[in-house]
């Protein structure tokens, strides 16, 4: 029912920048949260950027001051502006909406899109 489309992966070198597009099916102001996770192979998926309803951000500790979490509500498009990569923010990178209901919690997630940053 709530689909996401990410885009924007792909290689970047040591210092540089990518930018991630999150195109949701619904109105992303209705959400909750919009938030970008990622993932890198046999260790958990970690939240690293969000944004709340209430218009705030949070950031994992290790992204703080390279990454920002922004919206466009128009487009219904959530973006992650990565800048300073290093090798470390290689993962792949999901899209995730989290809508609260009545009595439960519920996760919408995009396919992912794979993000290599070269040393």
């Known amino acids: 029912q709530v689909q996401l489309v990410e885009s924007g992966g792909g290689l970047a070198q040591s210092g540089g920048s990518l930018r991630l597009s999150c195109a949701a099916s619904?109105?992303?102001?209705?959400?909750?949260?919009m938030n970008w996770y990622r993932q890198v192979p046999g260790k958990e998926r970690e939240l690293v950027a969000a944004?709340?309803?209430?218009?705030?951000?949070n950031y994992l500790d290790s992204v703080k001051g390279r990454f920002a979490i922004s919206r466009d509500n128009d487009k219904n498009t959530v973006y992650l502006q990565m800048t300073n990569l290093k090798p470390a923010d290689t993962a792949v990178y999901y899209c995730?909406?989290?809508?609260?209901?009545?009595?439960?919690?519920?996760?919408?997630w995009g396919q992912g899109t794979q993000v290599t940053v070269s040393s």
């Open positions: 995730n909406a989290r809508i609260k209901g009545w009595s439960d919690t519920q996760d919408y």
């Open positions: 619904v109105s992303i102001s209705s959400t909750n949260a």
């Open positions: 944004s709340l309803s209430d218009g705030s951000t």
